[in-house]
């Protein structure tokens, strides 16, 4: 292929990307109630959101139908990539760039459900109920808990492609097990702040259940990078 009909087909391509990205946006938005049953269930019984702008809720509708829509099509727009970049590959390559692609994935939606389910429920309780005095009551915006939402599962889902960064690593011969077991503490100590940047509530059982996952995983990369050496 010249290089117009390559330019051809990557906008062939993103037409089709942005076309099922704004159906599935649609679809979300179509089903407010249940989309934000979902949205807003980490945050409990005893957190109650307010609205302090006149447009603030409509669009905050449409970010999340957008991120939700995204998610959902997001195997559909791997798919579209790896067809656009795939036939450039050798083999091997392709083999590289698929397990790479499907693990990266994986690996960002368990970072995005542990988040969901375990970690950011106890943020926002915890940040959401902390008062530096009984005279300021907390009213927390819908836009601020929206974006701690978004931010926080972003933050883990990119967290939790380190063994997918680790294995590219140790095939180009960049990284060595022996290097990743050696600053393992250092590592711990890594761990732990970015930890803590991730979850701003500052007490050590929420801390933990993002280092010790995230340790884990250095542990599993460790492993991996061995592998690939063998």
């Known amino acids: 292929m010249t290089f117009w009909e390559h330019l051809d087909e990557l906008r062939s391509r993103l037409w089709r990307v942005l076309v099922v990205a704004l159906v599935a946006m649609v679809v979300c938005f179509c089903f407010k109630e249940t989309l934000f049953a979902i949205v807003l269930a980490p945050k409990g019984d005893n ?4 609205n302090i702008e006149i447009t603030q809720q409509f669009l ?6 957008l991120w939700a829509g995204i998610l959902l099509v997001s195997p559909y727009i791997l798919y579209q990539i790896f ?3 795939a036939p450039g590959l050798y083999a091997l390559e392709r083999r590289m760039a698929l ?7 994986l690996l960002f939606i368990a970072g995005v459900l542990l988040n969901y389910f375990i970690v950011f429920p106890f943020a926002v309780q915890f940040l959401g109920t902390y008062q530096v005095s009984a005279e300021v009551p907390n009213q927390i915006s819908l836009s601020s ?3 701690l939402l978004t931010v926080m599962s972003l933050l883990m889902g990119a967290v939790f ?10 095939r180009f011969g ?14 711990m100590v890594v761990i732990l702040i970015l930890g803590a940047v991730i979850t701003p509530t500052g007490d050590p059982f929420t801390l933990s259940l993002v280092a010790v996952p995230v340790y884990l995983l250095w542990e599993l990369s460790i492993l991996i990078v061995k592998k690939v050496e063998a």
């Open 47 to 50: 957190i109650h959101l307010v």
């Open 60 to 65: 905050t509708h449409m970010r999340v139908a």
């Open 83 to 85: 067809a656009f970049v």
């Open 99 to 105: 397990c790479a692609a499907g693990g990266g994935y």
């Open 145 to 147: 808990y929206i974006s």
């Open 161 to 170: 492609e380190l063994p997918i960064v680790c294995w590219l690593l140790g």
């Open 174 to 187: 960049i990284l060595k097990s022996a290097f990743m077991r050696r600053y393992r503490r250092h590592t």
